[in-house]
Each structure stands twice: as C-alpha cells, then as structure tokens.
C-alpha cells in the first residue's frame, strides 16, 4: 500500500523541473521499553526524473540518518611510569549520537570528497565542529578516536551497498537501531545523485523515545532532580547495608 502511495504522489509532482524524492520510514516512532534489543528502520521510496519517465538506473541513492547531536569531551589516555593517565583533551560543539549511512554505491564512486563531506555522505565526513584553536593533525587525531570508538559501540556505521533500487524508480535500505541508542529525534536524508552532483533531497523524522517504567525514571531525573538523587543514593546505601547483612550471615 505504501509503495502505490509513494508513486501515486511521484506521478502527481512529475511536471516539476527537478527530480523528485518520495521518501517514507517504516517506523515514525521507536518506543524503547526494558528489554530493548534494538529495531531495525526500512527507509524508501521512490524518485522520478522531471520528464516523468522511470529513472532509478540514473541515480545514486544515499541515505543519512542522524541522532541527536550534543557536546562532547574527548580525552587521550597515555602510558606514565606503567599506569594508563588522562593526558590530552579536545571538545566538540556537536556530535551526533547515532550516525549511519547507506548507499548504492561505494561513496568514492558516486561524489568526490568535496561533495561527500558537505552533505556528509560518511563517517570520515562527519562535521564534529571542535572548540577553540586546535592544531588539524590533533583535531584528525581526536575525530578518529571518537568516529572509533563509536562505531565499537555500533553507533556510527557505513553499508556501501545498503541500498536497493528496484523496477527503476523504488528504492529501499534497512537500517538497524542497536539497545544502547539516546533517545530523541532522529533524521533520515536521502539524496539523488547522477554524474556526481546532489540533484534532489528530501528527509524524514523518526522519534525515539523511551516507554514505561524507563520513561517515569527519565522524566523523573529531570523534573525531580533532587529528589531522584537522593532516593538513588539512599537504594545505594541500602542495598549495599542488606548485602552486608546478608554476607555477614554466610
């Protein structure tokens, strides 16, 4: 049903001059609840050339989808005298939580680097926006470890051949979410691509939000911080006490 929607409304804007992006997600809204194994996101849609003709062989599809940006410190851990120290530091104004990107192509066959790092199209493009005056080899140094670790994490990630174009005109690429994603609003940009130049975009919102007993919790540290801290420091000694207790019996 979604895909006759799709190119029912790609027909109905096909007297435009530019190219056309229908894009849809599978889920608008992921609802994260006590147990949370992570999801997977279908990301389509469908394109159409200006003359109205099929043309998904013509184009590249790229998709991008972000999480919710915030600052972040970075620190570099050094060998002294035998013990792993706190050595250099940077910040960045912004990185995003969660940064995924999935293509039809190879990213190095489809733009140059110039296009792919103004639209962002990889995790070696990632705007991070350091603060300060910071020395570049540093700042490449820095923004390695943080793409790094985060990809550890399954966090960031890259599928260069993710996407799937089908009957010249429908396009589709799946996306997983892991359990430890931040919650809030995510973005998903998709963008045609033919003889390496961005002909058309269009994005699609996906809200994360958690459900539940986790929801009460999460409301409850920001409206009540007081509060909710000291009940957490009071479980702590608490059940530190009961397990004490129960140790001490054995």
Do not use: C, H
Request: no cysteine; charged share 25%.
């Amino acid at each position: 049903m979604r895909w006759a929607f799709l190119l029912v409304a790609a027909l109905m804007l096909s007297g435009q001059r530019d190219a056309i992006l229908v894009p849809e997600v599978s889920q608008s809204e992921v609802q994260v609840r006590q147990g949370f194994t992570g999801t997977e996101l279908l990301l389509f849609g469908a394109i159409l050339d200006p003359a109205g003709r099929r043309a998904g062989a013509q184009y590249d599809i790229v998709v991008v989808l972000k999480g919710p940006s915030a600052p972040i410190r970075m620190r570099e851990k050094e060998r002294i005298l035998g013990i792993w120290m706190n050595a250099e530091s940077t910040d960045f104004r912004s990185a995003p939580s969660f940064f995924a990107v999935a293509s039809s192509r190879p990213i190095d066959q489809i733009v140059d680097e110039r296009t792919a790092a103004i639209y962002e199209l990889g995790t070696n493009w990632i705007q991070l926006s350091p603060t300060g005056q910071i020395d570049p080899e540093k700042q490449l140094r820095f923004s390695d470890g943080l793409v790094e670790q985060r990809e550890r994490k399954g966090l960031y990630k890259e599928d260069m051949k993710g996407v799937r174009v089908s009957e010249q005109v429908l396009y589709q690429a799946r996306i997983s979410l892991p359990s430890n994603v931040v919650t809030g609003r995510y973005t998903a940009e998709t963008f045609a691509i033919t003889n390496g130049r961005v002909i058309a975009s269009a994005t699609a919102d996906v809200e994360v939000r958690k459900v539940g007993f986790e929801r009460f919790i999460e409301v409850a540290s920001q409206r009540w911080a007081l509060i909710y801290g000291m009940v957490a420091v009071f479980l702590s000694v608490g059940m530190g006490w009961l397990a004490g207790r129960v140790f001490a019996r054995i």
